[in-house]
């Protein structure tokens, strides 16, 4: 399967703990974007690279999130002291350029 | 900012009838639209794209429609299928850059 992979897939965590997510893109693809999603809504945008530059973020980004692609293929996503509110699904996507995007399947946040 | 939303939250139809999914979106400077499948417990699915040059664009057994006058997209679904059930989500690619805008989707259920 060359579809953009996530790892891992659920993660359970207590409040105050860090947490790392893991987003392998399809090889391809030069951009690479992460997205969160909460029950019953549309995913939201948090942070875009293009290579390895983060060109992008969201308002949603707190401080205590941080987004890398050192070397312009995979990335990693950080939350820092985590929170409740921040109990979601976070998504990875991936394109060629403008062209559409492809979504991995996400991993799930629970911060207990 | 931009604004993109669902007419209804829920739609049930019987198998083998033709499927219509609506979407309201805000922003006029908005170019490029995308319809989504999410199944549950897995990442958006890309069905079907339109840029704003077109009012029409049919992939198989799916027609999008655009109407930039009114702002609206609808998403066709032929003879659907239990296989269609999922959630829907239009989107819409915002004004700095290649983030999407998603709506809050609706749910299609298919009766056998």
């Known amino acids: 399967d060359t579809g953009v992979s996530q790892d891992p897939r659920h993660k359970i965590t207590k409040r105050g703990q860090n947490v790392t997510f893991r987003c392998d893109p399809i090889?391809?693809?030069?951009?690479l974007y992460w997205y969160r999603q909460t029950l019953g809504q549309g995913p939201e945008f948090l942070t875009y690279?293009?290579?390895?530059?983060?060109?992008?973020k969201s308002r949603l980004l707190s401080d205590r999130f941080s987004a890398e692609r050192p070397k312009g293929s995979f990335s990693t996503l950080e939350i820092q002291r985590t929170e409740q509110g921040d109990s979601a699904m976070y998504l990875c996507?991936?394109?060629?350029?403008?062209?559409?995007?492809?979504f991995g399947p996400g991993t799930r946040l629970t911060v207990t | 900012g931009e604004n993109v939303g669902l007419h209804l939250p829920t739609l049930s139809v019987q198998e083998g009838d033709n499927s219509i999914i609506n979407c309201a979106y805000s922003?006029?400077?908005?170019?490029?639209f995308i319809w989504y499948k999410q199944e549950s417990g897995k990442g958006p699915q890309f069905i079907i794209d339109?840029?704003?040059?077109?009012d029409k664009r049919q992939g198989q057994r799916v027609t999008v429609l655009l109407n930039k006058t009114v702002k609206h997209l609808s998403l066709q679904i032929a003879a659907t299928q239990p296989g269609d059930s999922a959630v829907y989500f239009c989107?819409?690619?915002?004004?700095?850059?290649?983030?999407?805008?998603f709506g809050g989707g609706t749910r299609l259920m298919v009766k056998p």
């Open positions: 339109i840029r704003s040059n077109m």
């Open positions: 996507a991936s394109s060629r350029g403008s062209s559409e995007q492809y």
């Open positions: 922003n006029s400077a908005s170019d490029y």
């Open positions: 690279f293009q290579n390895e530059a983060q060109l992008e």
């Open positions: 090889s391809e693809h030069n951009r």
């Open positions: 989107a819409s690619e915002g004004n700095a850059g290649n983030m999407l805008t």
